[in-house]
């Protein structure tokens, strides 16, 4: 059962990481505070570090959510083309850039992040590799491996995008492993 | 013709350069100082910023280095399997996770070495290009997205890696690239 108290902090969680999601794909993580983040979610400023810990704890939950919203917007049974347009529509929302934000910070020796950041990237693969289960793969071509492979594909080329929006053709660079995919997996 | 001078310019670049990757790769970017670069390439302090400006620019410029001895050093006849080695080889070169160190600095709005980035990635689609150039591809897989495509793994594979080095097999990730393309283009 959920207790009044345990209900409005999570209504106060909800409201302080959709109005810090949305700050941080406006202003950037760096120029975001903690009282811009108040501001805007109508929470004191003050219950922020109360749920979060720090500004890094706060992006690391962003960054979980936006996990959560794709492994459960994303239907099991989609096919490639679904897919393919779905993970489109998500490289072009400001907040998944906040990937790239945290990933030299968890990869300094010690990073109190570290163990959050490799949970996220081993949930997009066990998205990944849940999706394949569907398909016989060939010989030679383990599930395991192909969704290291696939969900890197994903990474490397949100990253050229992001780096050369006016160059780098994201469409055509996901119609590509799309074409890679189809040629390897039997769709049922 | 190279002038005395200019040798000597040229010279100290290289070892201040070369100094520089291992500091970098041993005691990581941010604890590495300029006298630490001094004192392992035997240059003086001052030169460091009169060749490179801020120690961005020394990152920069290490980075540089590596996509040229990468481009230099993978035979453009290389098959499959010498690529899928080399990389692996590259990949678990200390230097190559400069790479991450960087891109977020490249993507902060107005970043000084945003072009410099951005060039190192065209550098590697354009070696991947040439490399593909050689077989025909199927209808359907234009060779500017396969080139995006395969370097996004890459740098996709790299980075799961990096962050967790135990769990994610590089070797297999990097067989099953070479598993889709082996299947997608008609090796010569």
């Known amino acids: 059962m959920t207790t009044r108290r ?3 902090s999570g209504e106060s969680r909800e409201l302080i990481l959709g109005a810090a999601a949305a700050l941080f794909a ?17 929470i004191s400023r003050g219950s922020i570090p109360w749920h979060f810990g720090s500004k890094e704890g706060l992006l690391l939950a962003v960054l979980e959510r ?5 492994r459960t917007g994303l239907p099991e049974e989609a096919d490639l083309d679904v897919l393919t347009v779905g993970l489109e529509g998500l490289f072009a929302q400001p907040t998944t850039k906040l ?14 992040i570290h163990d959050r950041y490799a949970a996220i990237h081993e949930a997009l693969r066990e998205q990944c590799r849940r ?3 569907r398909f016989p793969l060939p010989a030679g071509l383990p599930v395991d491996a192909l969704a290291v ?5 994903g990474i490397g080329i949100h990253q050229q995008w ?15 492993v799309r ?5 390897a997996v039997s769709e049922g």
């Open 6 to 8: 345990e209900q409005t």
């Open 99 to 112: 990937f790239v934000t945290l990933l030299v910070e968890a990869l300094e020796p010690g990073s109190p």
């Open 149 to 153: 492979a696939l969900i890197g594909a």
């Open 179 to 183: 074409f890679l995919v189809a040629g």
């Open 131 to 133: 999706w394949l289960a």
């Open 66 to 70: 936006s996990v959560e919203v794709v």
């Open 26 to 42: 406006e202003k950037g993580y760096r120029q975001t505070t903690f009282a811009d983040v108040a501001e805007r979610s109508g």
């Open 162 to 176: 992001l780096v050369a929006p006016d160059k780098v053709d994201m469409t055509g660079a996901l119609a590509a």
